[in-house]
């Protein structure tokens, strides 16, 4: 089926102002479909054609102002609509719908637990379309009104407050929504847990599905408290109040992102329901979601964008409010340290492969929806976040939140672009804002910065910073000497506020400007040297408080303190500077990999903030380990890895706060998921915990037995009692994971079977594909996959044909023979990109596979 255009959109919305959509749902036609009716009323401005969008599984019956169409018209997901005359139009059709298993349209589970039966909809991007008949596209705004009919003994949610039909068993209406776009129409229905509650005179809910009631009530008051505390703040910065009657979140099962911002029923992934023991970095990252995702109905919702070359002035701008709300409105105050050592490095890795992109790419590089939902990455997330705590930086909370305010105002329930934004920034400073938007909005790749330091004519050092790459900076450079009292441990001696002009106003490509005084925005004069009298500082650190995005280097002599003392900086966020540098720097082939595994043998047993310790360890044991290292010098790093881990235990024994919990629980996945023999991690098994803590719960049993499977250390009907043990859909996912790990040809065939099937009856949902993927591929096993690198490649680009954009983007993530870094699974992918023509989505993964594997090789060349 063709994707809309930006041209046909732009025409479409030339011609047309569509006012009002009623939309009837029938839930109670069985397990395979649903009866969608949908009338709209719009106006043409002029006469003229035009199309709507369905992609039903039978049009019924279609009419324009009571004149029968014919269904048989219907060219893919097209009716055409001939001979409008200018004026008022009404366009009603019935049509029976397909529920989807792939988290699209109208996502249909049963779960195992109990039986009980949930549907959802996701229509982001252009999947309304899957659910009822649209004009399709972002800027054709319009109210919406739902009525609903669902079995008995379901509640329906919506955008609006839904009232249950007193006349009527099973229907429900929906109350009205002011102008929204297409994608942002939302219905959630099944027999929901819910906790209410009111605050501003709001009604306020959490939804989950029954089975994971108990799990939702022991943590309903921390998410209502989020709730509660990022709404108010989000008030104190907004001048605008918040647009809709209701504020609902739904936590729905197999939901393929971390949620969606639909305006008074966000969905959210079910995960965030713990069911299992969790770190309070993972709880701070449901808070940042839960802030995220309420950012969006000023920004997304109330403001929308106009086509989908400025998805970033969605998501970035969701991305950086939800860690700074978050911070600034509960408990979780270093929400800018987990984003640092775990959110930044996806912008990274995006921005530094062929297929990255401008955070705000020219509208006639987005010139479809196809392309439009490749750029929803790293680049219009972590990127654009990071750049907007730039700005903020450079122009100032006060003066950005002024322009915030400014554009909501000018736009709301409307639409707006790039050129909007940077408008409505303009008129709140004296800065140069456009300027700063073609650097930072308009390039693509990562700059990079590196610390020159010298020897000054006193006797004193100087500094200046070389840059390899085109944009302005504002940062901070952190000094630090050894403590003399504690060689371990490192104590500030000066924070240095820098800028970095863009190469043209510094008339020369390499040099940078330094000043010395305070940090603030605007107030520094640029200077290219940084002198200062006696000994140098032991460690000198660029983008010290990790306010800019570009990668840093150390010098030689601050890289040798930070590997004597990197535990012993003072601050978590300059740590995470630091750990980047050093991911960085072994991604570039400038630091061997087993010198970031000795750094994080010497430092990690003593890092007291979780993230940092997530983040460094799953480096090491994803890409060092599993990657960027000989299988021969693999058993060594993960026995670095078990000893780390070790340690972590050994120095968090009998710790009863929630910090030594969280990191006892990050070093037992890691001891998990790093052994090389059964030893120990079976006896944790059979006892049932881990001695001193923390006693195994179901993700963490499924962990176990998921390595267990990888050695051969294990039966399936040692699964097959686990799945009995706990028969949930997360428990499904945990024995998919298990069968498709076991070295047995038999069982890899039947994994592989699965998920590539190629009928219809025995497709997998989206998570089964995703935890059987999982298992299939395993570094330990490389002879007995081997055989699947060539037919993974044409399986793929069918499946994707045939199931669409998620799957496709499943396949090439998760799928795609990752642990063989050689050379001919790198012809193979190029072969098959050059020759097999694979869908967008799975061509865009493909693509950023190649580059990965490409660089695997080289840091293995190093």
Known sequence: MPALTRDE?????????????????????????FVSRTAVRFSARTPGDTFVELKPAELRSATLDGRPLDPATLDGNRLPLTGLTAGEHELRLEA?????????????????????????????????????????????????????????????????????????????????????STYLVAVAAGPWHTVRTEHAGLPFGIHCRRSLGPHLDADAEEILDITRRCYDRYHALFEEPYPFDSYDQAFVPEFNMGAMENPGLVTLRDDFVFRSAVTDTERQSRGMVIAHEMAHMWFGDLVTLAWWDDIWLNESFAEY?????????????????DFGIARKSWGYDADQRPSTHPVAPAPEDVPDTASALLNFDGISYAKGASALRQLVAWMGEKDFLAGINDHITRHRFGNATLADFVASLARATDRDVPAWAASWLRTTGVDTLVPVVGTGADGGWTLRVDRDGSRPHHLTAGLYDRD???????????????????????????????????????????RRLHTAPGPRPALILLNDGDLTYAKVRLDPASWETARDALSGLPDPLTRAVVWNAARDMVRDGELPPTAYLDA??????????????????????????????????????????????????????????GDGQGLRLAAVRTFIDSATTPDGIQDWLSGGSVPGGPALDPELRWRILGRLAVLGATTPAAIDDELAR???????????????????????????????????????????????????????????????????FPDAVALAARRGPALA??????????????????HLTEECLRTADPAPA?????????????????????
């Not at 959109?9 to 395979?32: E, K, N, S, W």
Request: glycine share 6%.
């Open 9 to 33: 959109a732009q025409t479409r919305a030339r011609l047309l102002d569509v006012h009002r959509y009623a939309i009837d749902l029938d839930l109670t036609h069985g397990p395979a479909h």
């Open 96 to 180: 029976a719908m397909s529920y989807s298993r792939t988290g699209e349209g109208m996502h249909r589970f049963t779960d195992p637990a109990d039986g009980e039966t949930y549907v959802y909809t996701q229509m982001f991007l252009d999947d309304v379309q899957r659910v009822f008949a649209a004009f399709d596209q972002p800027d054709l705004k319009a109210e919406f009104g739902l009525t609903v009919t669902a079995p008995p003994g379901w509640t329906v949610l919506g955008n609006g407050t839904a009232t249950r039909d007193d006349d009527t068993e099973g229907r429900w209406t929906l109350a009205p929504t002011p102008p929204i």
């Open 321 to 337: 409010m939800g860690y700074q709300v978050l911070s600034e409105a509960t408990h979780f105050t270093d929400t800018w340290t």
């Open 484 to 526: 003399p009292t504690d060689p371990a441990r490192l104590v500030a001696r000066d924070r240095l506020a820098w800028d970095i002009p863009a190469p043209a106003a510094a008339g020369d490509d390499a040099a940078t400007a330094a000043t010395t005084g305070p940090a603030a925005a605007g107030g520094t004069t640029p």
């Open 600 to 657: 994080a043998r010497a430092h990690l047993p003593y890092e007291t903030d979780i993230a940092i310790v997530s983040g460094a360890l799953a480096f090491a044991r994803t890409q060092i380990a599993d990657r960027y290292l000989p299988a021969a010098g693999r058993p060594a790093a993960l026995n670095t890895l078990s000893a780390i881990a070790r340690d972590i235990l050994r120095r968090t024994e009998g710790s009863e706060n």
């Open 726 to 792: 706990d028969p949930s859909a997360t428990g499904r996912q945990g024995a998919a994971t298990c069968r498709a790990a076991l070295p047995d040809p038999a069982g890899k065939q039947a994994a592989w079977d699965a998920l590539f099937a190629t009928d219809e009856s025995t497709d997998l949902s989206n998570y089964l594909f995703n935890a059987t993927a999982a298992g299939f591929w395993a570094p330990e096993q490389l002879d007995l996959v081997r055989p699947y690198a060539a037919r993974y």
């Open 809 to 826: 983007e499943s396949a090439g993530r998760l799928a795609f023979p990752a642990p063989l870094v050689d050379t001919a699974t790198l």
């Open 842 to 862: 799975l061509r865009r993964k493909l693509a950023d596979q190649l580059d990965d594997l490409r660089r695997a090789l080289r840091v293995r060349g190093a």
